[in-house]
């Protein structure tokens, strides 16, 4: 059973920093490219950043400078630290693997992140 287990959410102040973590199992991790997702209330869900295999990553415009994501194999674990926050940063976030076709993608239950001013 493929299980993403997202932790490390909560309250933060604008320009404080939260560091998220998802852990995977029942997946061969090494070989998943590794995202990290969010969606706002009255939003779609959108993508943060991304790590491949090959550890080349990628980040939305608006959280460039202030997150990164870092993966550990032998940990089986993904990792996005943020700092920096605003209150738009709050949303619900979603860790997220995908191998690629013909492999389905898979999605963590999310964790609160909420950002005050």
């Known amino acids: 059973q493929v299980q993403l287990v997202e932790s490390g959410g909560g309250l933060a102040q604008a320009g404080g920093s939260l560091r998220l973590s998802c852990a995977a199992s029942?997946?061969?991790?090494?070989?998943?490219?590794m995202g990290w997702y969010r969606q706002a209330p009255g939003k779609q869900r959108e993508l943060v950043a991304r790590?491949?295999?090959?550890?080349?990553?990628i980040y939305a415009d608006s959280v460039k400078g202030r997150f990164t994501i870092s993966r550990d194999n032998a940990k089986n674990t993904v990792y996005l630290q943020m700092s920096s926050l605003k209150p738009e940063d709050t949303a619900v976030y979603y860790c997220?693997?995908?191998?690629?076709?013909?492999?389905?993608?898979?999605w963590g239950q999310g964790t609160q992140v909420t950002v005050s001013s």
């Open positions: 790590i491949t295999v090959s550890r080349y990553t």
């Open positions: 029942g997946i061969i991790f090494g070989v998943n490219d």
């Open positions: 997220n693997a995908n191998r690629g076709d013909p492999f389905p993608t898979y």
